[in-house]
């Protein structure tokens, strides 16, 4: 046994009009999970048992179905894909997974065998469409708080709070083997939501709180949540995966939330903290704000009429100044100066050409050189250099202006006045 696909449009029109009969399902509303196929010929009438599929009979399946073919209650076909296709008695086992994915074949290996009976093909065969379309629209909401911690990874900063919300979810199966095998094996007509639709609900819930849970461990915040519904919906799957995805076959795609509340104690605390750290890496700004409460302080005792609490709004003031505190200080720390630079030790440059900081040149061990004398100065007999008018080192008086004479006299002309005798 075994489906083969007619190759295209045209060629499965005319098969078509060759099948003897043919099964085929219409659109499957977004109430009901799956439908049994119905045995039709091609004049639009039943031929014979809906449980026995004649050698040759079509198989049509539409876009967001999946067609299962049972024999003596075992899954033995899939089909996935979009399409028509017909029913070999003779021919092998086939499975078109489509959109599912190839994983889907490790459970056809593991739950769908052919049962043969004496090595003959069994006579019940049945045909069930799966609705594999995403399901929208089903609402969420949490009756009692879910317990949340928030972490901030700047700070370290923890806190406990609970979380109100409600949304709306979509969900669909993504294993009808599993569905089927399962949950809704040998129906007689249809499957509909509703049969699963308050477990599934006590369940999400039951799995938003540690998929929200994992998210504040991030230091994500309750307003932000918003922003990570895809982390939200991955968080749901993985704590849904015993009973929605391994029991079930079902898989979480989206969620939307349309309000999340924390309590306003909380939100007041959150507000604070976030305030803390931009006053912490913003010293403009904390200045900013510290002269906008004084300049209220200020505004509100001019308004009180009460004498004493304006002069004791006025006096808190003058303490606040006194203490750093006021607006001058304030100012301050939005012009601090930079910090002072260190002194460069002063050089001087050795005869040898070398720049040096010490007292001896580093290349050549010369002393550095004298400086000029100054301007007015006079060298003493011991050779100290001076300003005054005796020697600082040995006591000598200056010597006189002008020039001695070898007969003894001081002048200061070109000749001598006691003598006649010229200069040098």
Request: hydrophobic share 35%; glycine share 14%; aromatic share 8%.
């Amino acid at each position: 046994m075994g489906l083969i696909r007619a190759a295209i449009s045209s060629v499965g029109s005319t098969m078509r009009d060759q099948w003897l009969d043919f099964f085929v399902c219409d659109a499957i509303r977004e109430d009901t999970l799956m439908v049994r196929g119905v045995r039709t010929n091609k004049n639009g009438r039943n031929n014979g048992s809906d449980n026995v599929i004649s050698n040759g009979s079509g198989i049509i399946v539409s876009a967001g179905q999946c067609a299962i073919i049972t024999s003596q209650g075992a899954v033995v076909e899939l089909v996935a894909e979009p399409g028509e296709f017909t029913w070999d008695a003779d021919g092998e086992p086939s499975i078109f997974h489509g959109g599912l994915g190839a994983g889907i074949m490790n459970t056809f290996k593991t739950i769908g065998r052919r049962i043969a009976r004496g090595g003959e093909t069994g006579r019940d065969h049945r045909v069930y469409y799966v609705n594999i379309k995403e399901l929208h629209g089903n609402k969420f909401g949490t009756a009692t708080p879910l317990p949340f911690r928030i972490v901030d990874p700047d700070t370290g900063f923890r806190i406990s709070t609970t979380l109100r919300g409600y949304g709306t979810y979509s969900w669909r199966v993504a294993d009808p083997i599993k569905f089927f095998t399962n949950i809704a094996a040998n129906i007689t007509d249809d499957f509909k939501v509703e049969r699963l639709q308050s477990q599934m609900r006590s369940e999400f819930l039951s799995a938003l709180q540690p998929a929200l849970g994992a998210l504040g461990q991030k230091g994500i915040l309750p307003d932000e949540l918003t922003l990570h519904t895809l982390d939200v919906a991955a968080g749901l799957n993985e704590h849904l995966s015993g009973t929605w995805n391994e029991l079930r076959g079902f898989e979480v795609v989206s969620i939307a939330f349309n309000s999340i509340t924390t309590p306003d104690e909380v939100n007041d605390q959150l507000n604070e903290l976030q305030m803390k750290k931009l006053y912490a890496n913003n010293p403009n700004m904390a200045a900013a704000s510290m002269v906008k409460a004084q300049n209220q302080a200020l505004v509100g005792a001019a308004n009180n009429q009460g004498g004493m609490g304006a002069m004791g709004a006025f006096m808190g003031m003058n303490m606040v100044q006194n203490t750093g505190g006021g607006a001058n200080p304030l100012g301050a720390l939005q012009q601090q100066a930079p910090p002072p630079q260190a002194p460069q030790a002063a050089g001087w440059n050795c005869t040898c050409g070398a720049t040096n900081a010490g007292r001896f040149c580093g290349e050549c061990g010369s002393p550095p050189p004298a400086p000029a004398p100054a301007a007015g100065s006079w060298a003493c007999a011991c050779g100290t250099q001076n300003q005054g008018r005796f020697c600082g080192e040995c006591g000598q008086p200056a010597p006189a202006a002008g020039w001695k004479c070898t007969c003894g006299a001081q002048n200061t002309g070109r000749f001598c006045g006691d003598c006649g005798a010229s200069q040098g």
